[in-house]
């Protein structure tokens, strides 16, 4: 037994001395498939983490190099081509559609993982600087970051209060506070937040500073650092207007009567006054406790090319409500169709 295990082991090393260049080549290959596969894998990973990271300077030379490759891979997708023909004939339609965009396809990553990764490199030495440096940053917190203010009158005045916190052992100041809303009020306490101390800001929505639905954003500048409070809500308006509070009348023709009627819904029951208007005419009707139908006419004349009329609807009870504005824009044509 031992005389056979040796004489195949020796029958073995001769077979791999003499055909040493096929085993050599297969074990090769299938390293390199391997390699591939994981290079592949990394290259993807690494590509979708440049072209979308945090810092700009890795971002954008990850970019830069993502449109160079672009350009280059055409030219060899073309010279390739024959090739990837051949090679998509034996593949399913989904692969045989992508494959001959292969090479620009890899040359696009690569040279976008090129020319990102020396920014990659200067960047984390950089980050490795300022980290020893953190102690001398200013950081603060806001709380809260979210301020539901549910549903409310629009002719209520809303506020919410946000605790600016600074726990570093440096002083800091308040900059810009910027609001994605003119309809936001905002006031601080102070400006200078003490070391490990903390100031007050005030957001208010004036009475129908805002109606329906709302989501706005806060931005506070604070030593280089921006917090984020975010406002939503629901304010709900006196009065809903049909079709529209302001309503494009289009093109009309001089000298021809126009007419216009709207159903005014209300969320409880409302007295108007009169409707106060300038040039149209407007009658109110009231047809129950929370529904009236406003009737508006009005002639164009021929000294007027754009229009713009205001129809105010003051409200007698309940008290506390500005008056109701109904809008209607246009502008006029001669009869001959030629602007007067």
Not at 55 to 62: E, T
Not at 166 to 171: F, Y
Not at 216 to 228: D, K, N, P, Q, S
Not at 233 to 245: D, F, H, K, R, S
């Amino acid at each position: 037994m031992t005389i056979i295990s040796i004489n195949n082991r020796a029958n073995l090393l001769y077979s791999i001395m003499k055909n040493w260049h096929c085993y050599f080549i297969s074990r090769c290959s299938r390293f390199f498939l391997f390699f591939l596969l994981f290079l592949s894998i990394s290259c993807s990973t690494t590509y979708r983490s440049m072209i979308s990271h945090s810092n700009s300077s890795i971002r954008l030379s990850s970019n830069a190099g993502d449109q160079i490759g672009l350009l280059l891979g055409f030219p060899l997708v073309i010279m390739l081509s024959p090739v990837t023909m051949i090679m998509a004939a034996e593949q399913n339609d989904e692969h045989a559609a992508w494959l001959p965009l292969a090479p620009a396809i890899f040359l696009r990553r690569g040279c976008g993982i090129l020319f990102g990764m020396p920014a990659w490199l200067m960047s984390a030495g950089w980050s490795e600087k300022s980290f020893q440096k953190q102690d001398d940053l200013v950081k603060f917190y806001c709380f809260p970051n979210t301020i539901h203010l549910g549903h409310f009158p629009a002719n209520q005045v809303q506020e919410g209060i946000v605790t600016l916190s600074n726990p570093s052992a440096n002083p800091a100041s308040v900059g810009t506070v910027r609001t994605t809303c003119g309809c936001l009020i905002t006031k601080l306490s102070t400006r200078e937040i003490p070391a490990h101390g903390q100031i007050s800001l005030t957001v208010q929505i004036p009475p129908e500073g805002v109606s329906g639905a709302f989501i706005h954003l806060v931005f506070i500048e604070i030593g280089g650092e921006t917090g984020i409070v975010e406002i939503d809500g629901e304010a709900i308006p006196l009065a809903t207007v049909t079709p529209q509070q302001v309503l494009n009348a289009g093109t009309l023709t001089a000298g021809r009567p126009y007419r216009q009627e709207f159903l005014i819904t209300t969320a409880e029951p409302v007295r108007f006054e009169e409707p106060v208007t300038e040039e149209a005419e407007a009658v109110l009707e009231k047809q129950s406790g929370t529904r009236s139908r406003l009737t508006v006419t009005w002639t164009p004349g021929r000294e007027s090319t754009l229009f713009r009329h205001t129809i105010l609807l003051p409200v007698v009870s309940p008290p506390g409500w500005k008056p109701v504005k109904i809008v209607i824009h246009g502008r006029v044509l001669s009869q001959s169709g030629v602007k007067p």
